[in-house]
């Protein structure tokens, strides 16, 4: 047995949950062809959800995260200082302004742009769930911020609320209430009205219709901070038991218990409201924080077993640059469009179809080798990073 900290002091399972996320986010997006892909690593066609859904809202809880183990390092009255808000201002700006470069690969086509997306997501949800979570915080008795857990809870409960009513009661134009598909409902119509169809995901679509919707919209950013704030959250509880001493596994009972209080609270809900993950709806929005805050819990416990940290390590190796992975596989992906001169009669391939190409004289089955070709990828962008966590370099914007 052994701590689970970090080497650098942060929580080793949040690196860990952090660097789940990013792997899971790069074999969902990087498989040597789209139609031989593992059902697990793909998308919820529409309500529902399958466990590629729950890779970007773990990455936002594990957001939260941060903000709440961050809280209790500031100083008294820097969270109503100038120097804080900017530098929030300016991570939040160079997010956006990375995710609209990373959009804009390989071509820079900036007609057809998609303005929405991951970081851009990413970026607002932060900025939002940093003034809930630090502008009213308690002074501790050393006049460092401390989250208030009660406001917290109260602003994400309002939150999904106010998000179900607009969704239930504002009247689409041509549509009419309550429509949760991909043409009629309101952040469909928002994402339509507001950034136009030639800067929404090309792949957004409606049968018949064509591009409808943007799984990053504007308007579903407003729950998504909920898996923010949840994050948070348990980053505070987390932290206020370690410093009343509280250890071992029975010190990991309550967030256990709140975790799966929110996973059983989300699957309640979607007889009502449905799970999805296209539009976030509220229950999905308390199904996937609850899933996430299960998987800290479970890793808060395995970490603490030395085998488990050995085997983890690539893991934390891609939660420590969670963000430089993303680019890196992001960039990967953008060049996945570009053609390779193949051999003599036979056409062009693109790197992916390289790849797939090449995994099948591993095996004859399709799928598996659909798979090998996310794994490389993988493999690489973990290698190609583990340099700068050996010498305890940890990029942040």
């Known amino acids: 047995?052994?701590?689970?900290?970090?080497?650098?002091?942060?929580?080793?399972?949040?690196?860990v949950l952090r660097g789940l996320a990013v792997a899971g986010m790069i074999l969902v997006t990087s498989p040597g062809s789209w139609d031989q892909s593992y059902g697990p690593l793909k998308h919820a066609a529409w309500n529902g959800w399958t466990p590629a859904d729950l890779v970007f809202p773990t990455f936002l809880f594990c957001v939260g995260m941060a903000i709440g183990l961050?809280?209790?390092?500031?100083?008294?009255?820097?969270?109503?200082?100038?120097?804080l808000w900017v530098k929030v201002a300016r991570r939040t700006g160079l997010l956006i302004l990375l995710g609209l470069v990373l959009n804009a690969l390989p071509t820079f086509d900036l007609a057809h742009l998609r303005i929405p997306?991951?970081?851009?997501?990413?970026g607002l949800c932060y900025a939002l769930a940093s003034a809930v979570c630090l502008l009213p915080a308690k002074p501790a008795a050393?006049?460092?911020?401390?989250?208030?857990?009660?406001?917290?809870?109260l602003a994400a409960v309002a939150l999904l609320v106010g998000y179900w009513a607009l969704l239930a009661f504002t009247p689409v134009p041509a549509f009419g209430v309550g429509r949760l598909d991909s043409h009629g409902s309101l952040p469909a119509f928002v994402d339509r009205a507001v950034f136009t169809i030639p800067h929404?995901?090309?792949?957004?679509l409606t049968e018949g219709v064509g591009v409808t919707y943007d799984p990053e919209g504007l308007l579903s950013t407003l729950p998504a901070t909920v898996n923010v704030l949840l994050g948070a959250i348990a980053a505070t509880m987390l932290t206020r038991r370690s410093e009343r001493g509280a250890e071992g596994a029975a010190s990991l009972v309550p967030l256990l218990v709140l975790g799966a209080a929110l996973v059983v609270a989300g699957l309640a809900l979607d007889p009502v409201v449905p799970v999805n993950k296209r539009i976030w709806t509220?229950?999905?929005?308390?199904?996937?924080?609850?899933?996430?805050?299960?998987?800290?819990?479970?890793?808060?416990?395995?970490?603490?077993?030395?085998?488990?940290?050995?085997i983890a390590a690539p893991l934390k190796v891609l939660?420590?640059?969670?963000?430089?992975?993303?680019?890196?596989?992001?960039?990967?992906?953008?060049?996945?469009?570009?053609?390779?001169?193949?051999?003599?009669?036979?056409?062009?391939?693109?790197?992916?179809?390289?790849?797939?190409e090449t995994a099948q004289r591993l095996t004859a089955d399709?799928?598996?080798?659909?798979?090998?070709?996310?794994?490389?990828?993988?493999?690489?962008?973990?290698?190609?990073?583990a340099p700068l966590h050996r010498r305890g370099i940890h990029l942040r914007l």
Not at 303 to 309: G, Q
Not at 367 to 380: D, K, Q, R, V
């Open 70 to 83: 961050s809280a209790p390092r500031l100083r008294a009255g820097d969270r109503a200082s100038a120097a």
């Open 366 to 385: 399709p799928y598996l080798a659909s798979f090998l070709c996310a794994l490389a990828i993988l493999t690489l962008i973990t290698l190609v990073i």
């Open 117 to 122: 997306g991951v970081l851009q997501r990413i």
């Open 1 to 15: 047995m052994g701590s689970a900290k970090a080497g650098d002091g942060r929580i080793l399972a949040l690196d």
């Open 200 to 204: 929404l995901w090309p792949y957004g």
């Open 282 to 310: 509220s229950s999905f929005a308390l199904f996937s924080s609850g899933a996430s805050l299960v998987a800290l819990v479970v890793l808060q416990a395995v970490l603490k077993v030395r085998a488990a940290r050995i």
């Open 319 to 356: 939660g420590g640059n969670a963000i430089l992975a993303f680019v890196v596989s992001q960039v990967l992906g953008a060049c996945g469009g570009l053609t390779l001169k193949h051999r003599a009669g036979l056409p062009d391939l693109t790197p992916q179809g390289f790849g797939f």
């Open 142 to 153: 050393d006049g460092t911020p401390q989250i208030d857990i009660g406001f917290t809870a």
